[in-house]
């Protein structure tokens, strides 16, 4: 059994027990969220009904918060001197899907 869960803009495949990187989420660690599931697939029946999906929690427990690599951004216009030089890191949460609860 899996689901694909929407996390910030991003969609993810999960099953109990992954561990998945998504965006910040604002929980402390240790502590359970749940993710909207956009689809279910459950001994090889899918669900993408949208009142079942309703109905269906995804848990997760958030393990940790992270910073992401560091992504070196370059700006540059020929011929006109302009130079600028930017670094991003972004925020990350680890979390541990621990239950998919199907809605009937």
Known sequence: MYAIVRSG??????????TVVMDRQSAQP???????????????KITHDAATLSATTVTAEVV???R????KIQHYRN??????RLGHRQELTTVRVTDIKVGK
């Open 9 to 18: 803009g991003r969609q993810e495949k999960v099953a109990v027990g992954d």
């Open 30 to 44: 240790g502590s359970k969220i749940s993710l909207p599931a956009l689809l279910v697939v459950e001994n090889g």
């Open 64 to 66: 940790s918060h992270d």
């Open 68 to 71: 992401g690599p560091k992504i």
């Open 79 to 84: 011929k006109t001197g302009y130079k600028r």
